[in-house]
């Protein structure tokens, strides 16, 4: 792979290397096939047709999203078959964009209470049975979701208001955390296959089993999901590098920055240079375990310890020549899925050329 940034960039932009993009589509595609699993990747991370159609061809069998909005951009993009992985309250607004969405292409949601799912069905109305629903349960995360021996409520009241009940989902995201993945994907089975069978006992059939996140998809646990929903694979992240879930070869994106500033160290200074690619670039995610916001391909042992606006300082190691005023660098940020939603497109590029740009196509449709 060409490191350079390809002349002609204006810094600070997205980058994406379409052929490791591809190499890690083509890789999670052929894992799930060998274990028999579905693979619905989450395409919230990307939020960009060019690359759902890549995870379509490579045998996805369909997409999931976080929000009404995602789900009519990449509807009308040709996908059809979406899963909106959010516990919804829905509304009249919502319940209208959720039929004309069911008109297009099948629709499952995710519901976590008794009441959330009465009031979809009520809303809803005759239209209910378009409609397949999913019960989140918490696996762990402690975010949304209902402990597996809840769900046979929710699933009655589900079914008393005319909703489809398809099965369970869950988010192990505290796989998000080093040396988690593997007690985290334990703990999503369990969860998955408790709820399973109570909702199971209870005469409901359970025809889907969903789970999985970055940080557990490749790992060989043994697992009674039926579908995995990973979403961060296809890029690559500094966290996902920090929780060696990923290596430095399967990093796809990388922001284009330029050394803007630069100071030796003198008098107890550090030494360091700042680029021009800050928090509306970067994102600003920084989980307490992070080494930084952020990681350098090219200089591994530097890191990214600052970020402004417009400024992402970036200490540089002893044993490496300080870069130059007007050196182009790339940089690896810590949550690719941030960085995604802040820009209106993407560099697509293959051996240090530019060959594509790509729309950000589900850029701030977070409702």
Known sequence: MNHAVPDGILTPAIM???????????????????RGLRLRPHVKTHKTLEIAAKQLAAGAVGLTVATIGEAEVFAAGGATDIFIAY???????????LRKLASTCAITVGTDSAESATAMGRQLGADARSIDVLIEVDSGHHR?????????????????????????????????????PRDAAGNENDALGRASAALERAGFEVRTI????????????????????????????????????????DIALTVAATVVSRHESDGGNIRRVVVDAGSKILGSDRPDWATGYGRLPEYREARITALSEHHATVVWP????????????????NHVCLAMNLVDEVTVVREGAVVDTWRVAARGRNN
């Not at 190499?23 to 799930?32: E, G, H, K, L, V």
């Not at 999985?212 to 995995?228: N, Y």
């Not at 002893?318 to 940020?333: F, V």
């Open 16 to 34: 994406i290397d379409v052929d490791v993009l591809d190499r890690n589509i083509q890789r999670m595609a052929s894992s799930m096939l060998s």
């Open 144 to 180: 949304s979701g209902v402990l597996p021996g809840e769900v046979v409520d929710v699933a009655r009241a589900a079914a008393a208001s005319g909703l489809n009940i398809a099965g369970v989902f869950t988010f192990p995201g505290h796989s998000y955390k080093p040396g988690m």
């Open 210 to 249: 969903s789970g999985g996140s970055t940080p557990t998809a490749l790992l060989d646990a043994e697992t009674l999901a039926t579908e995995l929903r990973p979403g961060v694979y296809v890029f690559g992240d500094a966290q996902q590098l920090e929780l060696e879930r990923c290596t430095w070869d």
């Open 318 to 333: 002893d044993s490496e020549e300080l870069p130059a005023l007007g050196t182009r660098l790339r940089l690896i940020p």
């Open 87 to 97: 516990p919804l309250w829905v509304e009249a607004h919502h319940a209208e964009r």
